[in-house]
């Protein structure tokens, strides 16, 4: 990983020169991770949990992340696990309120700057996606917005999961790039050849991330 404080910003662009496709994920990604919107998505998730599986409060907590972690989702324990409909529970969970998020038109021209193709991917619903770049007004700066149903259900990280959405949109991987908060689903990008950017207020050290930033707008000025 290439600390990006550390590179002349001419350096750093020339790495991204071949890039025209701009993958972007949606939570933590697009909004501060200080918001802590998903707080309101993982307390919703909790109480699906509990209500469907008939456990208490604790029990469904640990299931959620337990799913998280197993299968990438608690979505995909649920389904794997117990047959559960998709669309209720992504309907339920994010049923949210998103006035914690507020219009952000310098990031919004930063994307709008890159040149080439722009798209969210997201392991939440692309109906939740756009309520969110609504809410950051960043409504009209993608190209497409891609959820978990596009990859039939699957979810980052798995391959199969990337391999459905960017096969829908024609992303060839050595052309791409993805900016993500979540370093495990930077594995498969990167793998495909993909130039791959954690953002998190932390870094993490891992072959498959080429570049850490805390500051997502920051770092595409620099671009």
Known sequence: MTR???????????????????????????????IRLF??????????????????TQEADRLRGHY???????????MREHGIDPD????????????????DPVLAARISDLPGRKIIYTNGSAPYAMQVLAARGLSDVFDAIYGVEHAG???KPERTAFD????????VGETAAMFEDEPR???????????????????????????????????????
């Open 164 to 171: 459905r959405v960017f096969a829908r949109d024609g992303l």
């Open 185 to 223: 689903n930077l594995a498969v990008p990167h793998a495909l050849g993909m130039r791959t950017v954690h953002v998190a207020p932390e870094p993490v050290e891992a072959a498959h991330i080429h570049h850490h930033t805390e500051d997502l707008s920051a770092f595409l000025t620099r671009l």
């Open 68 to 78: 998280w972690q197993e299968y990438g989702t608690t979505l995909a324990g649920l």
């Open 4 to 34: 990006t404080s550390d590179m002349p910003p001419r350096d750093l662009a020339a790495q991204f020169d071949h890039v025209r496709h701009w993958v972007f994920d949606l939570d933590n990604t697009l909004y501060p991770p200080h």
């Open 88 to 103: 209720a529970y992504l309907d339920e969970v994010h049923d949210i309120r998103f006035d914690a998020l507020e219009p």
């Open 153 to 155: 259900f699957a979810p």
């Open 39 to 56: 707080d309101q998505i993982e307390a919703r998730m909790t109480g699906f949990v509990a209500r469907e599986l008939g456990v208490d």
